[in-house]
């Protein structure tokens, strides 16, 4: 058989029409949507057994080598290398959801993939796909009414952040530190309320700097209430701490101006050498007394400066930082009220950035040293300063630590929480059940299995703290019924107590909405394809 056929253009240039289509595969019908509903449950068994404060951490090894071991839903999904397309979207899920709140990046991936095995049942009964989606969308209306119900409203107060603190170490309970996640916690309350306009409930991340060092133990972790750069002085010999600094932040080197354009400099003589040396020499001095006359006792510069320069500023007791970064230099005179500066010319009193106090920190036997700038003149700008073990704890513990300041940025801006461990589950699933009653269409059929789906959040608690899940949760919502109290769930850790109240399990209510519509959003696009075409090794 021919593998093309020969044909020319208009310009009768020849070209070879290859035949593919024997390469090419099509799935329709019922086959492309259990292709379909198979890769998706694939993935949220993956994250199954990582839900809740005894879930499983994963260890990912990309191919460089690089080991790292989280819990956190969308970076384990991020991580993978996923070739099926309905798979990419599931991790498109999570993503959105990190994106978007910032937590529950597992849950809204296994209540995804609970959606899509439930529908996979009501497809093999013969309900039209299109049917199934709509009375998804149905349920997950009345789900979320339910969870307005049953939401209630936390004070966001300045003086007392105990809510915030409880309520980011549920968030926190999960992850690898959290044999200290309350302290953990109270660092990334005190972090968010110091950027925070609580008037317009507003959280500016920009001011929120988060910098890890391995060694030394976790407990370690501060806040500073400042910036902390990977720097040290340019100079051994310069001292290491500065009080009242008035900080000189430039964008321009010490060094000899040099001409824009190519240029070649031919020296044929000592004396033009000397001369050129001079000229040098006297830029430098220039440079330095520029920055001192403006009454500048702390250089921050941007670029490097070649030993002379460093010499110099020694001599003159001016203690510099050379090779500072972009964004740090932004945040530096965030913090300071200074201005950039990006020529010596234009250095003025008035764009000098203000410090309390600028110190070298030092770290073990390693000789590593960081730079600390506190009491700033805008006090708004902090950093959590991390420390770990090892890098993969240190990383580990950067991710938790946002997820953290992300659900405490939602509370500020949604004081409404819900209350967790399976609870508000399965309050909606019980809510979405009475619903379905009312309902004489073909709908309710879907309706019902979306209550069914919503227990395998508190199904997959049960099952990852070593409780039997089925039993657990039949106890826990005959309970529900019985007392019309949604605020029992999975008492996951062991403590004697059904009520999330009592044991201090919080969760925003932007998140568990945010859960429920992301997941049914991604449901209904994956359950309206029925049609497949593409390579034979890609479906």
């Known amino acids: 058989m021919s593998q093309g056929t020969l044909a020319f253009d208009e310009y009768g240039r020849p070209f070879i029409i290859l035949r593919d289509q024997d390469q090419k595969r099509r799935i329709t019908g ?104 709509d009375g998804y969308e149905m349920a997950a209306k009345v789900a979320i009414q339910e969870l307005d119900r049953v939401c209630e409203t936390f004070s966001i107060d300045r003086e007392n952040p105990e809510n915030l603190v409880r309520t980011a170490m549920t968030t926190l309970g999960s992850k ?142 001016l203690p510099a930082v050379r090779w500072v970064g972009g964004p740090e230099i932004e945040l530096i005179a965030i913090a300071t009220g200074g201005r950039i500066v990006p020529r010596f010319e234009e250095l003025t009193t008035e764009k000098l950035g203000h410090a309390g106090i600028v110190r070298e920190l030092t770290f073990g036997t390693t000789k590593d040293r960081m730079l600390v700038i506190e009491e700033c003149h805008n006090s708004r700008a902090v950093t959590i300063f991390i420390r770990g073990g090892n890098k993969m704890i240190v990383e580990e513990a950067k991710r938790s630590i946002h997820d953290a300041l992300c659900v405490i940025r939602n509370l500020v801006k949604d004081n409404r929480v819900v209350y967790g461990g399976g609870a508000a589950e399965i309050a909606c699933s019980l809510a979405v059940s009475q619903e379905a009653e009312k309902v004489s269409t073909l709908e309710q059929y879907a309706m019902r299995s979306f209550a069914d789906a919503l227990e395998s959040i508190p199904l997959a608690l049960a099952e990852n703290s070593g409780l039997p899940p089925i039993q657990t949760l039949a106890e826990v919502k005959a309970k529900q019924v019985k007392e019309a109290n949604p605020r029992l769930g999975i008492d996951c850790l062991g403590k004697g107590t059904y009520d999330m109240r009592d044991q201090n399990v919080i969760e925003t209510l932007s998140s568990k909405r945010a859960q429920i519509m992301l997941a049914v959003q991604l449901t209904k696009m994956i359950l309206k394809i029925d049609d497949i075409r593409g390579r034979a090794d890609q479906i």
């Open 176 to 317: 690898i530190i959290n044999r200290c996640h309350k302290q953990m916690a109270e660092i990334a309350v005190n972090a968010v309320l110091s950027v925070a306009d609580l008037e317009r409930k507003d959280v500016d991340f920009e001011l929120i700097k988060v910098e890890g060092k391995v060694g030394g133990k976790l407990e370690d972790t501060m806040l500073v209430k400042g910036v902390v750069v990977d720097k040290d002085m340019s100079h051994p010999q310069m001292p290491k701490r500065v009080k009242d600094a008035k900080l000189a932040i430039l964008t321009c080197p010490f060094e000899p101006p040099k001409p824009k354009t190519k240029h070649k400099l031919d020296i044929t003589s000592v004396e033009d050498y000397k001369k050129l040396r001079e000229y040098e020499k006297n830029k430098f001095e220039e440079m330095v007394k520029q920055v001192k006359d403006t009454g500048a006792n702390l250089v921050i510069c941007q670029w490097g400066f070649d030993d002379e320069a460093n010499h110099l500023l020694l001599q003159r007791e």
């Open 30 to 133: 019922i086959e492309a949507h259990k292709s379909h509903i198979l890769a998706a449950k694939t993935v949220s068994n993956i994250l199954r057994t990582s839900l809740g404060p005894k879930g499983l951490d994963k260890l990912m090894m990309s191919p460089d080598g690089d080991v790292t071991i989280t819990n956190d839903g969308a970076t384990i999904l991020d991580m993978m290398d996923v070739d099926h397309q309905i798979a990419k979207l599931m991790v498109q899920l999570s993503k959105s959801q990190d994106d978007e709140i910032g937590d529950g990046t597992t849950g809204v991936v296994v209540m995804a993939g609970a959606l899509l095995d439930q529908a996979e049942h009501l497809l093999d009964i013969g309900i039209h796909p299109i049917r199934i989606a």
